[in-house]
């Protein structure tokens, strides 16, 4: 399984970022994508996760501001960032579970660190 990010840049306060994540290696029928987030000194937290059946799930900081989408084809999962401020700086992580978003799995998963996560794509925002 292999998890690729880009998109990932410095922007202003107020700007766009798209992030994608090209996803290789990876096939199951239940299945959640998501894209976390790690500042300096700071826990990992969810940004966005999205369900195998579309269903999308934010973090509470969000607030409308970022929407999260699979292609058609599953192979690719985005972030769109939208009205970024300075503490949505860090480093942004795809993610993979072999289960379903917020399952039993899911959560056993991330706490044994046996999903599948990329290597990571910097979003920088200046105010």
């Known amino acids: 399984v292999k998890l690729v990010e880009s998109g990932g840049g410095s922007v202003q306060s107020g700007g766009s970022l798209k992030l994608s994540c090209a996803v290789s290696?990876?096939?199951?029928?239940?299945?959640?994508m998501g894209w976390f987030r790690q500042a300096p000194e700071k826990e990992r937290e969810a940004v966005a996760i999205?369900?195998?059946?579309?269903?999308?799930s934010y973090g509470d900081f969000v607030q409308g501001r970022f929407t999260i989408s699979e292609d058609s084809d599953k192979n690719t999962v985005h972030l769109q960032m939208d009205r970024l401020l300075p503490e949505d700086t860090a480093m942004y992580y795809c993610?993979?579970?072999?289960?379903?978003?917020?399952?039993?799995?899911?959560?056993?998963?991330?706490?044994?660190?046996?999903?599948?996560w990329g290597q990571g794509t910097q979003v920088t925002v200046s105010s």
């Open positions: 290696g990876f096939s199951h029928s239940s299945y959640c």
């Open positions: 993610a993979a579970f072999r289960f379903k978003c917020y399952s039993a799995g899911y959560w056993n998963s991330l706490k044994r660190g046996d999903n599948y």
């Open positions: 999205i369900n195998f059946d579309g269903q999308a």
